[in-house]
């Protein structure tokens, strides 16, 4: 069945660093989208990738979806302590598969 | 607008027992999913509603179910409880079915199996 992997699991960086995550699917992706988690939250939908090779900024924040459909990346410039939580990407194919999640944590 | 709303948000229910958690969607929305989160497992797909009618299942067992009223509030159940079955059960709710609707999640029910 569809998997979706994301790497890495954790990530501390100092504040003002840069942080990326990345999502791997074992089939073609129909879009991809991705997901920000709050510490004792839930999931906040941050963005939807469709066409193959897309890329989307939101501020300090670029998405990219790859040419094949089946890897995408997220990266955000210059980190702060407001970025701290748990990214997902989704990957849908026939139904939504979350990746594991990538913790980020800032140190001020 | 008012967003997803889950009820419970907390239950304790011992092994064997049988839970029904509750899920209403934002307004005009019509397809709601149900997922459980675990430290170890993430974000695990159950199943996907629309239109009163389950339209996608993840890999879990019978003993979790749901349904969706014409109002497109749903619901799922868990019977025969375990203490895996410890967790917390957000659902989501989006426009239509699938791509390209973002889907909106609720604040969750903590489920604890004891």
């Known amino acids: 069945g569809q998997q979706v992997m994301q790497i890495p699991q954790y990530q501390h960086v100092q504040e003002g660093e840069d942080f990326t995550t990345y999502c791997n699917s074992s089939?073609?992706?129909?879009?991809i989208q991705w997901y920000k988690q709050r510490p004792g939250g839930h999931p906040v939908f941050l963005i939807q990738l469709v066409k193959s090779g897309e890329v989307k900024k939101q501020k300090r924040l670029t998405f990219q979806f790859g040419e094949a459909k089946k890897n995408s990346s997220l990266h955000i410039t210059a980190t702060q302590t407001t970025d701290v939580g748990t990214y997902f990407c989704a990957g849908l194919n026939n139904d939504m598969r979350f990746g594991a999640g990538t913790r980020l944590t800032v140190k001020p | 607008k008012a967003g997803v709303t889950q009820t419970p948000r907390y239950l304790i229910k011992t092994r064997g027992q049988q839970v029904t958690l509750s899920c209403s969607p934002i307004s005009g929305h019509r397809s709601v999913s149900w997922y459980q989160q675990t430290p170890g497992q993430g974000l695990q797909f159950l199943f996907e509603y629309f239109s009163e009618t389950q339209r996608n299942k993840g890999n879990f067992p019978g003993r979790f179910s749901g349904r969706q009223f014409s109002n497109s509030r749903s619901e799922m159940n868990v019977s025969t409880l375990e203490l895996g079955d410890s967790a917390l059960y957000l659902c989501?709710?989006?426009?239509?079915?699938?791509?390209?609707?973002?889907?909106?999640f609720g604040p969750g029910t903590r489920l604890t199996v004891t």
């Open positions: 989501a709710s989006s426009l239509g079915q699938g791509a390209p609707y973002e889907q909106y």
């Open positions: 089939t073609t992706l129909s879009n």
